[in-house]
């Protein structure tokens, strides 16, 4: 999975510790999701879409292998 979270959260200026507050995560998770290390579930994925206000498959790419 490729994802482009931590581009925007530098753009919208809102730090890991933020992102975890606003989708009920903790930082760590925030930060392995940021270093493609985790996967986010349906819901996560779809909390930071909206807090960026983008569709969940602008900020996450799944590779082919992944979705088979």
Do not use: H, Y
Request: charged share 30%; with cysteine.
């Amino acid at each position: 999975m490729k994802t482009r979270l931590k581009e925007l959260s530098t753009n919208l200026g809102i730090n890991q510790t933020e992102l975890a507050k606003c989708t009920k995560t903790s930082r760590q998770t925030v930060s392995l999701i940021e270093g493609e290390e985790f996967m986010p579930s349906w819901l996560v994925a779809t909390k930071i879409a909206r807090i960026f206000d983008k569709p969940v498959q602008e900020i996450f790419q799944f590779d082919e292998e992944e979705l088979a």
